[in-house]
């Protein structure tokens, strides 16, 4: 069978043309991370610390989790859009089944998400010189941060799936998304319990410890981006960690496919 044949691919094809389309939008979605960046590297990536690190080379990769976590407004809006242009109603009637327009729509915004990953990467790695570990620790980091970003588009999606219109779903998508973000402590470190029961902590956290920090699997995870002579360790490992991560991507995934199930009109 041809892969193009595929209906939920060919559902992903028709997501990014229409991204192409509308491509301000992308433009501006891709520019708001990269201007904090920016920004933050400016304030905070000059001072080194005693091992040559910036305060901003452990702080980019929550940066890099905030331009994945929009992932949860591109996901939202882009399936709010599709339900209000009636697109998700004419799909409903044809053999295409509702599993493949979500498996479509993951595909399609986890695609972009890759993008969007690649391209922090060359702003913070090869524009602005910031510190990682090796070549290695960095695809291991590249790979976590897609697993995150595929949970941040399910998450995207089961919002616009419960919706009334693409006002309603950019608005709740985006206070999810911003809660969630500062919560973590990825765009202001801090050290609370709360920053746990946030998937973009477990995520930034991993990252960190193994880009930057050079940390195996078997090490614990710190308990905030704050590193230093005082930073503490909790009782948990990076492997147990990532599993976290995994687990968070696995359980929005399938809420969303339970969510989006269900017989609503649209």
Do not use: C
Not at 5 to 20: E, G
Not at 214 to 240: K, M, N
């Amino acid at each position: 069978m041809n892969l193009l044949d595929n209906k939920a691919i060919q559902i992903s094809i028709k997501n990014l043309k229409d991204k192409i389309r509308h491509w301000q939008y992308v433009f501006f979605s891709l520019l708001l991370p990269i201007m904090f960046t920016i920004m933050f590297f400016f304030m905070f990536g000059n001072e080194e610390d005693p091992t040559g690190r910036t305060d901003f080379d452990y702080g980019f990769p929550g940066m890099i989790m905030y331009a994945i976590g929009m992932g949860t407004m591109n996901a939202a809006i882009m399936f709010a859009q599709d339900k209000g242009s009636g697109m998700l109603d004419r799909l409903d009637t044809m053999p295409t089944g509702r599993k493949n327009m979500f498996l479509g729509a993951l595909i399609s915004e986890s695609l972009f998400l890759m993008l969007q990953i690649l391209i922090m990467f060359f702003i913070g790695y090869v524009v602005l010189g910031l510190y990682f570990e090796g070549p290695l620790e960095l695809f291991i980091g590249f790979l976590i941060a897609v697993v995150f970003g595929i949970s941040a588009v399910g998450l995207g999606i089961m919002i616009a799936s419960v919706s009334k219109n693409v006002e309603i779903a950019n608005a709740a998508s985006l206070l999810v998304f911003m809660v969630l973000i500062f919560l973590s402590g990825s765009m202001v470190p801090f050290e609370s319990p709360i920053v746990f029961f946030t998937p973009p902590f477990w995520a930034k956290q991993l990252f960190l410890q193994l880009t930057v920090l050079g940390d195996g699997f078997g090490d614990l995870l710190y308990s905030g981006s704050l590193i230093g002579v005082s930073s503490e360790t909790i009782p948990i490992t990076l492997g147990i960690g990532l599993l976290i991560v995994f687990g968070y991507t696995i359980v929005f995934i399938i809420i969303g496919i339970i969510v989006f199930q269900k017989k609503t009109k649209f």
